[in-house]
């Protein structure tokens, strides 16, 4: 009784102290736990799911999603994304108006692409390797998820909080559930895996849809959607390439190896994204501070943040690399076992991804989106390239080390991107030590190819972690000032 009673009080110091935050700590803490719900829940549901589909299946499935982020970006243009964000603030006295002119230029472009889907079907199913059914849900998945992300962005901006948790909860738990269900009563496991989803995903999204359409009572609006389309169209190749980078090995080992390949490397590849649930968290998080640390030429305090997030996100993934063997047994059967190999290189791209953002949005902030498109097109061609090079020489298990390569020259263009626009802007000010930034990366990485070399042998793999975790203990405090510095940067 006396450890359940400390633990209660735990939790009530805890409760106590998190009332006492101001709003902004409280959605910053609310939406970092509902990333958390949303990916957490894919990655949860992976063990059962490489169990209940063969490598194959598994692979098929990893292709449709693949498929479904590269549609995405052609069918909804994005428009949930930065476009709406400015514009909640920059047409704040009419952002209801706004909100559901907005939803309405989504629905008619998925109604648009439908129609012709319809009229060329054939010739889509055959392309994709998907079919008519697969492909309709897709485009209701990309409606949908759309419609919500509206909604999501419009409370995240004005900090309400409470109902976004509730819904998250509900689909996180739902959504693989249900999911679940249809797959162990069904022949065709991969369609009946992605309707568990949808049905799930179609009583959940509709009702925020309906609420932004009833609030605004407007489907057209000429001015807003004259500007989003202005605004996001140029970006389209920038949101095409990004997606590209992230998708298209899955596709192209599909096609070049097999499906069952493309399953192995798609499991690596969700175990790997795993440690995105931090990335990504961090990056709403930092997101908005940083855009106003750049409007107010106060950039001098942005590396105080940039460095230890950046450290943060690369322990955690080198924690992610060097525990691989394990978590691949836990999240598949012995089949899936090559996929530790893909980890590592997969796990540096992550902290590649994050580390971009400290420079690209300066590109965003001033609007130079030839930057950004010429840096994404440029990493998605070369990389398509690459794989068709090194896939077909060394392997499936080459398309990891091909986007890493790719993520690299990535964040070195953007990284310039940024230093010329700070020159234009901030005269002779540097925001970043190159040196220091190099640094955190060749030390991450280099650990990260210690560790898989050392896969083979459990012993000397286990030493690496021990003196790894002497050192993490030798930090905390740093660790623990950084945790707490990233918690309270929205106050």
Partial sequence: MKYIRGFMNNIKKFYYKYKNLPVQARAAVIFLFC??????????????????????????????????????????????????TQGLIKFESRRKIFSSSLQGLSTSLVILWTVIYLCLRNFWNQLLSLTTIQMLAMLLMIWLNSAFMFWYEEQRVYYNYHVIFLITAVVSILSPVFSILCVINAKDKVTAWIFGMLIVDLIAYTGPYFAQMLRGKQFLSRDFWKYALVFNIPLIPHYLSQTILNSSDKIMIERMVSSSEAGIYSLAYTIAHVMTLFSTALNQTIGPWLYRKIRDQEIKDIAKIAYPSIILIAILNTGLIAFAPEIVAIFAPPSYQEAIWV?????????????????????????????IAMATIGGAILNIILNFIFIDRFGYLAAGYTTLFCFLLYVIFHYFSMTKICKQNFGEIKVYDSR????????????????????????????????????????????????????????
């Fill in 35 to 84: 990333a958390f719900m949303q990916k957490g829940a894919k990655a949860i549901t992976t063990p059962i799911l490489s169990r209940l589909l063969s490598t194959t299946e598994y692979g098929q499935y990893s292709v449709f999603y693949s498929w479904l982020e590269i549609v995405t970006v052609f069918v909804s243009l994005n428009l949930y994304s930065g476009v709406y």
């Fill in 343 to 371: 980890i590592p290189p997969v796990a540096m791209s992550v902290l590649l991804q994050f580390s971009y953002i400290f420079f690209a949005n300066f590109e965003f902030y001033f609007e130079k989106t030839n930057y």
């Fill in 436 to 491: 220091i930034l190099i640094l955190i990366i060749v030390i991450f990485n280099l650990i990260g190819f210690i560790l898989m070399l050392s896969y083979k042998n459990i012993w000397i793999r286990y030493m690496l972690i021990f003196l790894i975790f002497i050192t993490l203990v030798l930090m905390r405090k740093y660790l623990i000032h950084v945790i707490r510095q990233l918690i309270m940067i929205r106050k």
